[in-house]
Nanobody, 121 residues
Framework: QVQLVESGGGLVQAGGSLRLSCAAS????????VNWYRQAPGNQRELVAT???????NYADSVKGRFTISRDNAKNTVVLQMDSLKPEDTAVYSC???????????????WGQGTQVTVSS
């Protein structure tokens, strides 16, 4: 069983920064893609940033140029650096590890508990 521990959420003023961390245990970390999702009350869960097992990154348009995802496989850790935060970034942010085993064997994924990010105006 994979366990994910998230940290770094909190309250910050607009224009400020937060650094979210996701530490994984009980997994072969390097083989997984890692995603950060966010969900605000009444909204659908949205994919914010992705980093593949090969280190390729992708971001939602709303956070491009402001957020940076990175991974340290030796430490089994993924970081989401969030700069120039806006009130609309307010949400619960969740770390997700995902391994695509193909159409036959399906997807293997694990989720962290989520961490609250609140950005005040």
């Amino acid at each position: 069983q994979v366990q994910l521990v998230e940290s770094g959420g909190g309250l910050v003023q607009a224009g400020g920064s937060l650094r979210l961390s996701c530490a994984a245990s009980g997994s072969i970390f390097s083989v997984y893609a890692v995603n950060w999702y966010r969900q605000a009350p009444g909204n659908q869960r949205e994919l914010v940033a992705t980093i593949t097992s090969g280190g390729i990154t992708n971001y939602a348009d709303s956070v491009k140029g402001r957020f940076t995802i990175s991974r340290d496989n030796a430490k089994n850790t993924v970081v989401l650096q969030m700069d120039s935060l806006k009130p609309e970034d307010t949400a619960v942010y969740s770390c997700n590890l995902r391994l695509d085993l193909g159409a036959v064997r399906g997807i293997r994924d694990y989720w962290g508990q989520g961490t609250q990010v609140t950005v005040s105006s």
